[in-house]
């Protein structure tokens, strides 16, 4: 309940920051649409040509789609600001107020900035989702849809966790900017798109490198009726282990931080 206080209390500061910046909003949403259309274009192109991809149908795709948009949509509403923040603050030493106050400091670190506007990614996301499985006009079950949750949470759980291993290196180099950027450029493209088109050295990178696979591409299998139960054990698995070597490093490097006056 404390941390649901904590993400509360940030989210409602978080609205009160885009409210002053309103043309903001609106130009991220028009990105947001431009960047769809252009997903689809390519999409429309390919299929101009072919009818199966890999076994992936146009619809599919954009059923897959959808859920690229709402997983970036998400992880731009707390998790990237904040690590971004996170890293800023180790640089120029303001962490060290952070870790004062009375509340567990992974925690802080990993909501202390919102961008409401990923909300409206997240949305438009969801509203794409709706809009390719009525296309596939196959019946979703209540199961296939709980399935679907709990898998893309694990693979958010995955994202978070990645971003914050990396973030976490910046107590020992001093600027790690770049690295989210590259991360954000490879998930913007490699992941709208299934990992099972890529070949197999690029496949197993995107899975366990930099796990596109898990947040996005495994997503979409539960709702086209692709997974299997060993994916499904695997991807839990994974996302317990990533949060728990998260949490690990996270200690390891606050004990190894001599804060901004040292």
Same mark, same amino acid.
């Given at each position: 309940?404390?941390?649901?206080?904590?993400?509360?209390?940030?989210? &409602?500061?978080?609205?009160?920051?885009?409210?002053? @910046?309103?043309?903001?909003?609106?130009? &991220?949403? $028009?990105?947001?649409?431009?960047?769809?259309?252009?997903?689809?274009?390519?999409?429309?192109?390919?299929?101009?040509?072919?009818?199966?991809?890999?076994?992936?149908?146009?619809?599919?795709?954009? +059923?897959?789609?959808?859920?690229?948009? $709402?997983?970036?949509?998400?992880?731009?509403?707390?998790?990237?600001?904040?690590? &971004?923040?996170?890293?800023?603050?180790?640089? $120029?030493?303001?962490?060290?107020?952070?870790?004062?106050? #009375?509340?567990?400091?992974?925690?802080? *670190?990993?909501?202390?900035?919102?961008? #409401?506007?990923?909300?409206?990614?997240?949305?438009?996301?969801?509203?794409?989702?709706?809009?390719?499985?009525?296309?596939?006009?196959?019946?979703?079950? #209540?199961?296939?849809?709980?399935?679907?949750?709990?898998?893309?949470? *694990?693979?958010?759980?995955?994202? @978070?966790?990645?971003?914050?291993?990396?973030?976490?290196?910046?107590?020992? /180099?001093?600027?790690?900017?770049?690295?989210?950027?590259? /991360?954000?450029?490879?998930?913007?493209?490699?992941?709208?798109? #299934?990992?099972?088109? @890529?070949?197999?050295?690029?496949?197993?990178?995107?899975?366990?490198?930099?796990? +596109?696979?898990?947040?996005?591409?495994?997503?979409?299998?539960?709702?086209?009726?692709?997974?299997?139960?060993?994916?499904?054990?695997?991807?839990? *698995?994974?996302?317990?282990? /990533? /949060? +728990?070597?998260?949490?690990?490093?996270?200690?390891?490097?606050?004990?190894? @931080?001599?804060?901004?006056?040292?």
């Amino acid at each position: 309940m404390h941390a649901l206080t904590v993400l509360k209390t940030y989210l &409602q500061l978080g609205l009160l920051n885009v409210m002053q @910046y309103r043309a903001d909003f609106f130009l &991220q949403m $028009l990105g947001t649409i431009i960047g769809f259309a252009t997903s689809l274009i390519g999409i429309l192109v390919i299929f101009n040509r072919t009818t199966d991809l890999k076994g992936w149908e146009r619809d599919d795709l954009i +059923v897959l789609v959808g859920i690229q948009i $709402l997983v970036a949509g998400l992880i731009n509403l707390v998790i990237r600001p904040s690590m &971004q923040q996170l890293m800023e603050g180790i640089r $120029l030493g303001t962490l060290d107020f952070m870790l004062t106050k #009375p509340a567990d400091s992974q925690l802080l *670190a990993s909501v202390q900035m919102v961008n #409401p506007a990923g909300i409206q990614d997240a949305v438009f996301g969801a509203g794409v989702i709706l809009v390719g499985l009525s296309l596939l006009d196959a019946a979703i079950s #209540p199961l296939a849809v709980v399935l679907f949750l709990l898998v893309l949470g *694990a693979g958010l759980i995955i994202i @978070y966790s990645f971003m914050l291993i990396l973030s976490t290196c910046a107590f020992w /180099f001093v600027k790690l900017d770049n690295v989210l950027v590259i /991360f954000n450029t490879m998930f913007g493209n490699a992941g709208q798109w #299934p990992i099972t088109i @890529y070949p197999g050295w690029l496949r197993a990178s995107l899975t366990f490198l930099v796990p +596109v696979a898990f947040a996005v591409t495994i997503p979409a299998q539960s709702l086209t009726g692709r997974l299997d139960g060993w994916t499904v054990v695997g991807t839990f *698995a994974l996302a317990f282990a /990533f /949060f +728990v070597a998260s949490r690990l490093f996270w200690r390891f490097a606050l004990r190894h @931080y001599t804060g901004a006056s040292a």
